[in-house]
């Protein structure tokens, strides 16, 4: 069983920046973060492997988020940059099995309590 505690978030201008991060219990061979809006499904945002570090974007936020983590911390974080009022949502960091790194939310196992960011205009 993996816990995955999230942090950061809040209220935004739209062109500013927050930062999330996601601290990990465990080690899981990939990582994600993923949002939600009123009235949405929950949809991808980014995923990164943690070995490797590989990273892969939804085109909405490629070129102004980026997802990294720390090995030492067990940390995952999401850099978002250039806000737009469409980013607002609750995001919520997960945790995946499995090799390839997926987009898909039904591969994640492990979810975060989420936390809101809101972009005003």
């Known amino acids: 069983q993996v816990q995955l505690v999230q942090s950061g978030g809040g209220l935004v201008q739209a062109g500013g920046s927050l930062r999330l991060s996601c601290a990990a219990s465990?080690?899981?061979?990939?990582m994600g973060w993923f949002r939600q809006a009123p009235g949405n499904e929950r949809e991808f945002v980014a995923a990164?492997?943690?070995?490797?570090?590989?990273?892969y974007y939804a085109d909405s936020v490629k070129g102004r988020f980026t997802i990294s983590r720390d090995n030492a911390k067990n940390t995952m974080y999401l850099q978002m940059n250039a806000l737009k009022p469409e980013d607002t949502a609750v995001y919520y960091c997960?945790?995946?099995?499995?090799?390839?790194?997926?987009?898909?939310?039904?591969?994640?196992?492990?979810w975060g309590q989420g936390t809101q960011v809101t972009v005003s205009s």
């Open positions: 465990g080690r899981t061979p990939k």
């Open positions: 990164i492997t943690w070995s490797a570090g590989i990273t």
């Open positions: 997960a945790a995946a099995n499995g090799v390839l790194i997926t987009t898909f939310r039904n591969e994640y196992v492990y």
